[in-house]
């Protein structure tokens, strides 16, 4: 009852500061002349999007069954399937639970330890963490911007820094001392410790050199993608958007779904675009028609492939289930 609670608040959080996003943004663009924009964009353009979405979300699978893959082997194309399923889900719930959504289905369809298999969506949010930080701070540097924009990835960097050393700890929690006095008690509840243990096998394929390298190469992969989706949504509406630009306005946005907002990030995407795209000096009204159009095609793209791969796999977006009993797989060489 009382988790039940504290999701609903969010989620109500959430939809009001998504609720006053779109009022800053009614407020501080035309909206008449956005639409005019969108009536003009380049189709062309438009369907490169899609191809990067794509290409963005594919790759991101890849790095999921790379980290996956210590624990368990899977084939790419079920693993791409949850992803989606996952991404599905965020754009329908609340508080980012498509995490827990796709940990949930990726568990009970391939027969993997859920705690086990959210412990490496943490290793992998980390990771997208340390590469969307760095794209800002190296983007920001190029780009001479200062005041906010600067403090909002200085904060980002010390986040990262809190988040490495947390993973870290983790990983050697039961060797650090005074570890064993803290097991005796947790024995108590053999259930906790029991589910502990198996988070613990997932975040430890950070511990794994060769897994990590796959990983930021994959996430190299993902994130040029993605910036060039937001090249190609500049394009479209007449912006044309220096790499380092797209860099900067592909990270700021992803910095920005930190904050709770509604299911879709709605608002707070298209406000987080509009005023980066105000450092370049670009047009308001064209910047408000780009985010429209980027965001747009990455919940077409994913919702899609969302209700795609739930059908062929037969899941559905809850993040219950029954007991998880204990499984065991043969590491990966």
Known sequence: MALNRRTILRQVIGVAISGVAIWILARSVDVPRTVDVLRTANPAWILLMVVTVFLDVGSRGARWQALLAPIKRLPYRRVLAYTYIGYLANN??????????????????????????????????????????????????????????????????GFVGVLVVALAVAMVSHRMPGAERVTAVAERYPRILELARRLRDGLAVAGKPGTIARALILSAAAWTASIATFIAGGQSVGIELTLSQAALLSSG?????????????????????????????????????????????????????????????????????SSDEPVRETPGT
Request: zero cysteines; aromatic letters at 2%; a negative charge.
């Open 92 to 157: 329908v719930l609340p508080a980012r639970l498509g995490e827990l959504v796709r940990s949930h289905a990726l568990g009970e369809g391939e027969r993997v330890s859920r705690p086990t298999v959210l412990g490496t969506v943490v290793v992998e949010r980390i990771v997208d963490t340390v590469i969307v930080v760095g794209l800002a701070a190296l983007a920001v540097v190029i780009l001479g911007v200062g005041g906010t924009m600067s403090t909002a990835v200085l904060l980002g960097a």
């Open 253 to 321: 946005v992803a910095l920005a779904t930190v904050v709770p907002s509604a299911p879709g990030y709605v608002g707070t995407f298209e406000l987080t675009a509009v005023q980066i795209a105000k450092v370049f000096g670009a047009d308001p009204d064209a910047s408000f028609a780009m985010a429209l159009l980027v965001h747009a095609m990455i919940l077409a793209v994913t919702s899609v492939g969302g209700v795609t791969a739930a059908l062929r796999l037969g899941v559905g977006l809850e993040t219950g289930g």
